[in-house]
């Protein structure tokens, strides 16, 4: 009779400790998928202020000057380059799983 009530006690204490790490676990999965959307955003900021950098360099490297119509045109002939290279490598079948493209 005692064996069979420590049996249970053990078995309800596990139940209980398995219950309690789903909760923590399930708790920090919730936390952190609040905190993606500000991740991405700040990713996605650093990565145009390194585009913008970049094309800022290849146009002076060219003899460009800033606020010229040749620099503005180079900028604007960069931003092109590199949207249809976005979009090549979206529509690329490798880069795609389970339907959704995958951009570097």
């Known amino acids: ?12 204490a ?3 400790a398995l219950c309690a790490i789903v909760i923590a676990v399930t708790a920090f999965d919730f936390g952190m ?8 955003a700040a990713a996605d900021r650093q990565l145009n ?8 360099v290849a146009c002076e490297k060219w003899g460009m000057r800033g606020g010229t119509e ?4 180079c900028i604007a002939d960069l931003k092109e380059i590199r949207a249809k ?12 799983r389970d339907g959704l493209a995958v951009t570097f």
Do not use: F, W
Not at 86 to 95: L, V
């Open 49 to 56: 202020k390194e585009l913008a950098q970049e094309r800022r």
């Open 1 to 12: 009779m005692a064996s069979a009530l420590v049996h249970r006690t053990k078995n309800i």
């Open 70 to 73: 040749e620099y503005a045109a």
């Open 33 to 40: 998928t609040q905190r993606v959307p500000e991740a991405r």
């Open 85 to 96: 290279h976005d979009k090549r490598r979206a529509d690329d079948p490798g880069n795609r």
């Open 14 to 16: 596990s139940m209980v």
